[in-house]
C-alpha cells in the first residue's frame, strides 16, 4: 500500500494515465490490437516469457489496460491492479486463485447474487468449505474462523440490503490470523471508501458500475499488492476473462468524472432516501447515510459519502411496487446500478431466478423491496418523478 495519495482524486482519474502515454495524444489512443510484433523470434520468446508483458498477446494484457489499471491503483491506494471482463471475471480468478481443496473460507450471509450463488453452489465441488456469517457482527466473523481459513470475503455496503461490515475490525482480526481480506468495493467506489487503507489486502470492482458510470460496458477489477496481481495474472491467463481493449478505452473515458459523478449521486442519494423514508406508502428505506440505519456509526467511520445505492420495502408488496415501477418516468426498470441514470430494480422478482422463496425470506428480501441506483438527474425532477409515481399506488 502507498503511503498516502499524493494527488486529489479528480486529478488522478485525468492524469495518471499518462506516464503509460508515449504519445503526445492528450486523450489515450486505444490500443485495439489482439498481438504484437518482436524484432526477433528470440524477443518474442522472451516476451511471453515474461511477466505481464503489455505488448505481446492482448489476454496477458496490453497498453490500454495498464492504463486503466495504473488509474484504479492509484485511487484506491494500492502497488498494482488487474482489469478483467467483468466483475464476476474479478471476483471468481480472485477467490479461485487463492484457495485449493481443503481450504475454508468465511463469507458474509449476503452478498451480490451471483457471488452468493458462487460460493453456495459451485465453490463446494472443489472440496472448499464456506460459512456464511452476519456481517453486521464481526463477533460472527470471529466464530468463524477454523485453523484452515485461507480468506475472508466481505462485501460492504452489500446488495441489496445495504448492511454495512466493520471493515477495520475484521481485517484486523483476520490479520491477527495469517488470513487474506478481500471485500467487493462496488457499491461504495473508492471515492466514499478506500479499504485497503483499512486492512484489507485485497478490493474487487465491478467496473460495470460506478467506475465506468455510464451503463455502457461491462468489467471488473482486482487492486493489491504486486505479488498478489502477479499470482493473480498468472491465473487468469488461464481464466481468459480478459477485457477488450474497447471496453478498456471506454473505462478509462468513464473514470475521468469519477469524482463528479459520486459527489453528484451521494448528494441525490441523501435527498432521495430522505425524502422516501418520509413518505407514508414506504415501510422502510436502507441507506447508510440516514441516522435511523443500523450501522450508520460504522458507516460513518469508513465511508467519505454514502453513495447513490439504497433499497426500501414498499407498503402493499407486489401490486404496489408494480404501480411504482410502471409510473417512474426518469427511473428505468432494469438491473445494473453506478451509472449516470437512475435504475430501479424489484428485487425479490429478480432474485426468484435464483433462490426459492424460503432462501429469499431467509435472507431478508421481502416481496415490496426494491433496490435503487441513483442518477445525476436534477434532484429536484428526481424527487417529483418519485412524488407523482407513489401516489399513484
Ligand atoms: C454487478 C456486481 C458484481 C458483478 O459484476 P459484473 O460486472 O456484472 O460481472 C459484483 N458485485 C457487485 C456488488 C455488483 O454490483
Redesign the pocket.
Known amino acids: 500500500m502507498k503511503e498516502t495519495q499524493k494527488q486529489g482524486l479528480q486529478t488522478t482519474v485525468l492524469h495518471e494515465w499518462e506516464q503509460l502515454n508515449g504519445t503526445s495524444a492528450v486523450t489515450a489512443p486505444i490500443w485495439q490490437t489482439s498481438t504484437f510484433s518482436a524484432d526477433t523470434p528470440e524477443q518474442l520468446v522472451e516476451l511471453g516469457e515474461s511477466t505481464r508483458p503489455s505488448e505481446f498477446y492482448t489476454r496477458y494484457g496490453n497498453p490500454t489496460h495498464r492504463q486503466v489499471e495504473a488509474t484504479v491503483a492509484a485511487l484506491e491506494g494500492g502497488d498494482a491492479a488487474l482489469v478483467t471482463s467483468?466483475?464476476?471475471?474479478a471476483?471468481f480468478a480472485s477467490v479461485l486463485s487463492l484457495l485449493q481443496s481443503g481450504d475454508h473460507v468465511v463469507a458474509q450471509r449476503t452478498h451480490?447474487s451471483?457471488?452468493a450463488k458462487m460460493f453456495r453452489d459451485l465453490v463446494p465441488r472443489w472440496g472448499i468449505e464456506r460459512t456464511f456469517v452476519d456481517q453486521t457482527r464481526t463477533e460472527e466473523f470471529a466464530k468463524a474462523i477454523q485453523p484452515h481459513t485461507r480468506l475472508i470475503y466481505i462485501?460492504s455496503p452489500s446488495?441489496p440490503l445495504l448492511q454495512v461490515t466493520d471493515i477495520q475490525a475484521v481485517a484486523e482480526l483476520a490479520k491477527s490470523h495469517g488470513i487474506t481480506t478481500l471485500i467487493?468495493n462496488?457499491?461504495a467506489s473508492p471515492v466514499n471508501q478506500q479499504p485497503l487503507k483499512l486492512g484489507i489486502d485485497v478490493v474487487i470492482h465491478?467496473a460495470?458500475?460506478y467506475l465506468g458510470g455510464h451503463h455502457d460496458l461491462?468489467?471488473?477489477i482486482v487492486v493489491s499488492s504486486q505479488a498478489f496481481i502477479e499470482q493473480l495474472w498468472d491465473f487468469s491467463l488461464m481464466a481468459g476473462s480478459i477485457l477488450s481493449p474497447f471496453d478498456g478505452w471506454l473505462l478509462l473515458r468513464g473514470l475521468k468524472t469519477l469524482g463528479l459523478r459520486v459527489e453528484g449521486q451521494n448528494r441525490n442519494g441523501l435527498a432521495l432516501a430522505r425524502f422516501l423514508q418520509a413518505h407514508p406508502k414506504i415501510e422502510r428505506v436502507n441507506y447508510p447515510g440516514l441516522e435511523t440505519h443500523p450501522q450508520h456509526e460504522v458507516a460513518r467511520r469508513q465511508m467519505k459519502g454514502f453513495g447513490g445505492m439504497m433499497s426500501m420495502v414498499v407498503k402493499g408488496g407486489f401490486p404496489a411496487v408494480h404501480a411504482l415501477i410502471t409510473s417512474l418516468k426518469f427511473a428505468k426498470c432494469a438491473v445494473?446500478?453506478g451509472g449516470v441514470e437512475t435504475v430501479i430494480t424489484h428485487v425479490a422478482a429478480m432474485w426468484g431466478h435464483q433462490h426459492s422463496p424460503e432462501q429469499r425470506r431467509a435472507l431478508g428480501i421481502e416481496d415490496g423491496l426494491v433496490r435503487i441506483s441513483v442518477g445525476v438527474e436534477d434532484e429536484h425532477d428526481l424527487l417529483a418523478d418519485f412524488e407523482q409515481a407513489l401516489s399513484r399506488i
Open positions: 467483468s466483475g464476476m471475471g471476483i451480490y451471483a457471488t462485501e446488495n467487493d462496488t457499491f465491478s460495470t458500475k461491462t468489467a471488473g445494473s446500478l
